[in-house]
């Protein structure tokens, strides 16, 4: 099986590319940069907006992971890299005529007034659905594990005892390795055109959250919930100070906000394709092993 896969060089896309690997498949994979060599692997130089590199990248493969895209943007940059780069992807996947097309979006796109971002993804998702690939799309919760660098401040925050936290509401998660597990299972499926909602099945509150983030780094920490004028302010400041490494942006403000940030039940997938097998406890512990491992906290 040749897996090509978008945003292979990436925090999701490496963990799937070592899973697919692991199972004995071979991976095409896209990316700007070059690339160490590794078996099994071929790097194939380009980008979204490069329709020459995507039909090199798709040419003959069985299944397609569609990662790529912006987190952090304006909305133009989200319509550039999640709207018409996903539109260049099923493209070029539909003149290879591949058998299997597997869409990575994100929860937001339950709520697609909320933010750019969120539009973005709900827009990228629609494009998908219109298509005539066998497709599959899968909305993830907050991913994190070893490799992410999106909750490494709230780590950081934690060893100091502290917490900053929006309005009450209740979130989950989902390690990076359960949600590689589950794309690589969705590659090799057929006949699934549906659009998943991912968690590892718990639930949290913010608070909960902070408290099992502090758990991880040894320190009891003070939950505290900002207003949303007080988190507009805060963004405000990170993106001066930080531009476009910020975490915490103007955009992402309105889905922080939201109260509801779990998988909706009726949309996880069935158990006789996948179940998550990280806790949460395990992963954030994991995670901030990683942390200290490579000196990030």
């Given amino acids: 099986m040749i897996l090509a896969v978008t945003g292979a060089t990436g925090f999701v896309g490496g963990h799937l590319v070592k899973q697919a690997l692991a199972a004995g498949r071979r991976v095409r994979a896209l990316t700007r940069r070059p690339q160490p060599s590794a078996e099994g692997v071929e790097w194939i130089a380009g980008a979204l907006d490069d329709r020459e590199s995507l039909k090199q990248l798709i040419a003959g493969a069985n299944a397609?992971?569609?990662?790529?895209?912006?987190?952090?943007?304006?909305?133009?940059?989200?319509?550039?890299?999640?709207?018409?780069?996903?539109?260049?992807?099923?493209?070029?996947?539909?003149?290879?005529?591949?058998?299997?097309?597997?869409?990575?979006?994100?929860?937001?796109?339950?709520?697609?007034?909320?933010?750019?971002?969120?539009?973005?993804?709900?827009?990228?998702?629609?494009?998908?659905?219109?298509?005539?690939?066998?497709?599959?799309?899968?909305?993830?919760?907050?991913?994190?594990?070893?490799?992410?660098?999106?909750?490494?401040?709230?780590?950081?925050?934690?060893?100091?005892?502290?917490?900053?936290?929006?309005?009450?509401?209740?979130v989950s998660l989902i390690a990076v390795e359960d949600l590689a597990a589950l794309l690589l299972a969705l590659a090799e499926r057929r006949d699934m055109r549906t659009i998943f909602e991912v968690d590892d099945g718990a639930q949290m509150t913010h608070a909960e959250l902070a408290g099992a983030i502090g758990a991880a780094v040894g320190q009891r920490v003070l939950p505290m919930h900002l207003p949303r004028p007080l988190l507009s302010i805060a963004a405000a400041i990170d993106t001066r100070l930080r531009g476009a490494k910020a975490k915490l942006t103007r955009d992402r403000v309105g889905y922080l906000c939201h109260p509801d940030w779990t998988a909706d039940p009726a949309r996880r997938p069935p158990r006789d394709l996948w179940t998550p097998a990280i806790p949460a406890d395990a992963g954030l512990a994991a995670t901030a092993q990683w942390y200290r491992a490579n000196r990030l906290l």
Avoid: C
Avoid at 66 to 86: K, M, P, S
Avoid at 123 to 151: C, F, H, K, N, Q
């Fill in 64 to 170: 397609v992971v569609h990662l790529a895209g912006a987190v952090t943007a304006d909305r133009a940059g989200f319509v550039a890299a999640n709207i018409e780069g996903t539109r260049a992807v099923l493209a070029a996947a539909e003149d290879s005529k591949v058998g299997r097309f597997v869409h990575v979006s994100s929860l937001s796109a339950r709520e697609p007034q909320l933010s750019n971002y969120g539009w973005s993804k709900r827009e990228s998702e629609r494009l998908v659905e219109a298509s005539g690939l066998d497709w599959t799309i899968v909305r993830p919760t907050g991913v994190y594990g070893p490799g992410d660098t999106e909750m490494r401040d709230m780590f950081r925050m934690a060893r100091l005892g502290l917490a900053l936290l929006p309005p009450p509401g209740r």
